[in-house]
Nanobody
């Protein structure tokens, strides 16, 4: 299984990014997908998850409407739209996969991260 995250970069506070994660080696449409992040010196935290069919999403408590997760099963890709970015959103963002519905908070597979840096 490979999960290849991309789309990170340097952005000014208030800006937006769309992160993508291309999955291979698994039946993508059967897996819940999710995003986590890890800021320097902090533990990895859950950002968002989406069920295998895309009909339901769930978010970490801190998100408060600024992030949106979506998926395209035809492209084996999950996305994270991040808006109104703040310096405290600076982190490495990781995608993850779980075969259990609503199970991506404890994923079976992890991708490599993509770095998001938000300047003030």
């Amino acid at each position: 299984v490979q999960l290849q995250a991309s789309g990170g970069g340097l952005v000014q506070a208030g800006g937006s990014l769309r992160l993508s994660c291309l999955a291979s080696g698994l039946t993508f449409s059967s897996y819940d997908m999710g995003w986590f992040r890890q800021a320097p010196g902090k533990e990895r935290e859950f950002v968002a998850g989406i069920v295998w069919g895309g009909s339901s999403t769930y978010y970490g408590d801190f998100v408060k409407g600024r992030f949106t997760i979506s998926r395209d099963n035809a492209k084996n890709t999950v996305y994270l739209q991040v808006n109104r970015l703040k310096p405290e959103d600076t982190a490495v963002y990781y995608c993850a996969a779980s075969p259990r519905t609503y199970g991506v908070r404890k994923p079976d597979y992890w991708g490599q991260g993509t770095l998001v840096t938000v300047s003030s």
